[in-house]
């Protein structure tokens, strides 16, 4: 009977240990499996965790692609737990969410509750050739740089690389670059690449002018010059008496000549317009036109109690009056009340400077860069452009000298004479030059070199007359100007003439620049009035009555050449459109 209870005893201990076993074990697994399980999902809640949350899905938002995301107005409302539970939902899309245009099924959800919202997709914006989205809650963007050159940046930060050095452009070339002179599309790159470097650029296609029309693509400048120029040189043409000890009236002063006037004081005008053949500005057709002002130089003197005279050096009276070996120096009197001789002498010097050019402008080469030089040591991008031009070029120059003088000679004899030395050189020839344009931000720096070869056709003309006692006509010659050589005498000479420009700018508007520039121009081979005076006379060819005088030697005529510059300053404006 015990060992019948004992053994009922172990049996029955040994149950209850297997059923405790058996219960408990699950427990303790299932308790900790749950401690793991939570502390797993509050991991991937962290790393997955987004701005803006979708609730309807467990796994993590992806984020499609601009090129993927289509418009959209709704979103299909998520079906609650009670209807999904036993079935899959298949969520329809209304874009191309899988690049085979195929559906993507969800999975399943138990326990959720319905969307309280629709989720609007993101539109797609565009700007200058790049896609941008609407940016979700705690995302920084930035604002795109739109067209503006450097110098527009505020507080001087700009760079070579800075959006706002190449903004976009559009118009028929499909590139433009903001210039580098800051003025943004208007001036910048072309179809081919190269810079237009301060060339106005409207981006628009070129329209061809089939009536009448104003051309698309031009420019046009306008400057006021400040020169001065190689004066004309004088002889001496008035005095107070001999230039020399010889008496009477021995070591007189000279009063006019012997020097060079009309050198400085120069006011003119130039002008340069044309029009682009192309829109990329490659091939151009220009004109320009320039002259100085005429100027003056007078001189009057006589009629008080001075003595005024005209210094001469007169050949003597002998067998050989073609010689220059009997020569002395001689004056003829003006105004002498002491020698009973009053009168006047009025000089007159007069100079003209003008020339026009028609040309063929091309383009050759661009570059561009970056500087270190610049405000507060700002990196500062740079462009320039060369180009070459031919043409035809007019240069005229137009001089003259006029003397005019009354004497009375005691009470019953008066001459009246009047005499002129005009020259003229007129020069036409075929033009090259070499231009080069660099600029700077809104500042500009132009070179141009250009050189002339040619012909100049030199025209001399010598005139005098005299009128004794008031009575006409007038005999030929005066006392410079005799028969001798008084005529027009021409001829052409082979000439060159170069030219320097050089000229600053800077930009005001898009369109308009001011510039203060320099030039200098070269003529060589021409003729000017003083040269062509000889002092040298035959007293003999002096009229002294209404009657015809004889022709001599003296004065002779020859052509006497030399070389001429001009140079100074302009001011101006350029527009171009």
Same mark, same amino acid.
């Given at each position: 009977?015990?060992?019948?209870?004992?053994?009922?005893?172990?049996?029955?201990?040994?149950?209850?240990?297997? #059923?405790?076993?058996?219960?408990?074990?699950?427990?303790?697994?299932?308790?900790?499996?749950?401690?793991?399980?939570?502390?797993?999902?509050?991991?991937?809640?962290?790393?997955?965790?987004?701005?803006?949350?979708?609730?309807?899905?467990?796994?993590?938002?992806?984020?499609?692609?601009?090129?993927?995301?289509?418009?959209?107005?709704?979103?299909?409302?998520?079906?609650?737990?009670?209807?999904?539970?036993?079935?899959?939902?298949?969520?329809?899309?209304?874009?191309?969410?899988?690049?085979?245009?195929?559906?993507?099924?969800?999975?399943?959800?138990?326990?959720?509750?319905?969307?309280?919202? !629709?989720?609007?997709?993101?539109?797609?914006?565009?700007?200058?050739?790049?896609?941008?989205?609407?940016?979700?809650?705690?995302?920084?963007?930035?604002?795109?740089?739109?067209?503006?050159?450097?110098?527009?940046?505020?507080?001087?930060?700009?760079?070579?690389?800075?959006?706002?050095?190449?903004?976009?452009?559009?118009?028929?070339?499909?590139?433009?670059? %903001?210039?580098?002179?800051g003025i943004g599309c208007s001036s910048g790159s072309c179809c081919?690449?190269?810079?237009?470097?301060?060339?106005?650029?409207?981006?628009?296609?070129?329209?061809?002018?089939?009536?009448?029309?104003?051309?698309?693509?031009?420019?046009?400048?306008?400057?006021?010059?400040?020169?001065?120029?190689?004066?004309?040189?004088?002889?001496?043409?008035?005095? !107070?008496?001999?230039?020399?000890?010889?008496?009477?009236?021995?070591?007189?002063?000279?009063?006019?000549?012997?020097?060079?006037?009309?050198?400085?004081?120069?006011?003119?005008?130039?002008?340069?317009?044309?029009?682009?053949?192309?829109?990329?500005?490659?091939?151009?057709?220009?004109?320009?036109?320039?002259?100085?002002?005429?100027?003056?130089?007078?001189?009057?003197?006589?009629?008080?109690?001075?003595?005024?005279?005209?210094?001469?050096?007169? #050949?003597?009276?002998?067998?050989?009056?073609?010689?220059?070996?009997?020569? !002395?120096?001689?004056?003829?009197?003006?105004?002498?009340?002491?020698?009973?001789? #009053? @009168?006047?002498?009025?000089?007159?010097?007069?100079?003209?400077?003008? @020339?026009?050019?028609?040309?063929?402008?091309?383009?050759?080469?661009?570059?561009?860069?970056?500087? %270190?030089?610049?405000?507060?040591?700002?990196?500062?991008?740079?462009?320039?452009?060369?180009?070459?031009?031919?043409?035809?070029?007019?240069?005229?120059?137009?001089?003259?000298?006029?003397?005019?003088?009354?004497?009375?000679?005691?009470?019953?004899?008066?001459f009246a004479l009047d005499e002129s030395f005009r020259t003229n050189?007129?020069?036409?020839?075929?033009?090259?030059?070499?231009?080069?344009?660099?600029?700077?931000?809104?500042?500009?720096?132009?070179?141009?070199?250009?050189?002339?070869?040619?012909?100049? *056709?030199?025209?001399?003309?010598?005139?005098?007359?005299?009128?004794?006692?008031?009575?006409?006509?007038?005999?030929?010659?005066?006392?410079?100007?005799?028969?001798?050589?008084?005529?027009?005498?021409? *001829?052409?000479?082979?000439?060159v003439l170069p030219e320097l420009n050089m000229k600053l700018g800077?930009?005001?508007?898009?369109?308009?620049?001011?510039?203060?520039?320099?030039?200098?121009?070269?003529?060589?081979?021409?003729?000017?009035?003083?040269?062509?005076?000889?002092?040298?006379?035959?007293?003999?060819?002096?009229?002294?009555?209404?009657?015809?005088?004889?022709?001599? #030697?003296?004065?002779?005529?020859?052509?006497?050449?030399?070389?001429?510059?001009?140079?100074?300053?302009?001011?101006?404006?350029?527009?171009?459109?």
């Amino acid at each position: 009977m015990s060992q019948r209870l004992n053994k009922t005893f172990w049996i029955m201990l040994t149950a209850i240990f297997a #059923v405790s076993a058996i219960t408990t074990s699950p427990l303790a697994y299932a308790q900790n499996g749950s401690t793991s399980s939570q502390d797993d999902l509050e991991e991937s809640a962290r790393a997955s965790w987004q701005p803006v949350r979708d609730l309807s899905r467990r796994t993590p938002k992806v984020r499609p692609s601009s090129a993927q995301v289509q418009l959209v107005d709704y979103e299909t409302p998520v079906a609650t737990a009670s209807k999904t539970s036993s079935a899959k939902r298949v969520r329809p899309t209304s874009g191309n969410w899988n690049q085979g245009n195929t559906q993507r099924q969800a999975p399943v959800r138990t326990n959720v509750r319905p969307a309280s919202a !629709t989720v609007l997709a993101q539109p797609v914006m565009q700007h200058t050739g790049m896609q941008h989205t609407v940016p979700l809650d705690g995302h920084v963007t930035f604002e795109p740089m739109h067209d503006s050159g450097c110098d527009a940046m505020p507080m001087g930060n700009c760079g070579c690389n800075d959006m706002g050095c190449d903004g976009g452009c559009g118009g028929s070339c499909g590139v433009g670059m %903001g210039g580098c002179d800051g003025i943004g599309c208007s001036s910048g790159s072309c179809c081919n690449g190269d810079p237009m470097c301060g060339e106005y650029k409207d981006c628009d296609s070129l329209r061809p002018c089939l009536t009448l029309c104003w051309p698309q693509d031009g420019w046009f400048s306008a400057e006021y010059l400040m020169w001065w120029q190689d004066g004309v040189d004088l002889p001496p043409l008035a005095s !107070t008496g001999r230039l020399s000890d010889r008496t009477p009236l021995e070591n007189g002063s000279i009063l006019y000549g012997n020097n060079s006037v009309l050198d400085d004081d120069l006011d003119g005008y130039r002008f340069d317009g044309g029009f682009w053949f192309d829109n990329c500005h490659t091939w151009g057709i220009g004109a320009g036109f320039f002259q100085l002002d005429r100027s003056y130089d007078r001189f009057s003197g006589g009629n008080d109690n001075s003595t005024l005279v005209r210094p001469i050096i007169t #050949v003597l009276e002998d067998d050989n009056a073609g010689s220059l070996d009997d020569l !002395t120096e001689g004056v003829a009197l003006v105004n002498d009340p002491t020698r009973e001789h #009053v @009168g006047d002498l009025n000089i007159t010097v007069d100079s003209q400077l003008s @020339g026009w050019d028609l040309y063929l402008r091309h383009f050759t080469k661009a570059n561009s860069g970056c500087t %270190g030089v610049g405000p507060c040591c700002c990196p500062t991008p740079w462009c320039s452009r060369s180009e070459h031009r031919i043409g035809f070029r007019q240069v005229e120059l137009d001089e003259g000298i006029g003397i005019n003088s009354s004497v009375l000679v005691g009470s019953s004899l008066s001459f009246a004479l009047d005499e002129s030395f005009r020259t003229n050189n007129q020069f036409n020839g075929i033009d090259v030059g070499w231009y080069h344009t660099r600029t700077m931000n809104y500042w500009s720096f132009d070179l141009g070199l250009r050189i002339a070869a040619g012909n100049t *056709r030199q025209r001399v003309r010598i005139d005098g007359s005299t009128v004794v006692n008031q009575t006409a006509p007038a005999v030929q010659g005066g006392l410079l100007a005799l028969n001798s050589n008084i005529g027009t005498y021409e *001829r052409d000479e082979f000439s060159v003439l170069p030219e320097l420009n050089m000229k600053l700018g800077y930009q005001l508007t898009d369109q308009l620049k001011a510039t203060f520039g320099y030039t200098f121009l070269y003529w060589s081979n021409v003729v000017r009035p003083g040269d062509q005076i000889e002092r040298i006379i035959d007293q003999d060819q002096v009229p002294n009555s209404n009657a015809d005088t004889p022709t001599g #030697v003296f004065p002779r005529f020859a052509f006497d050449n030399t070389d001429y510059w001009a140079q100074g300053l302009n001011f101006g404006l350029d527009y171009r459109w």
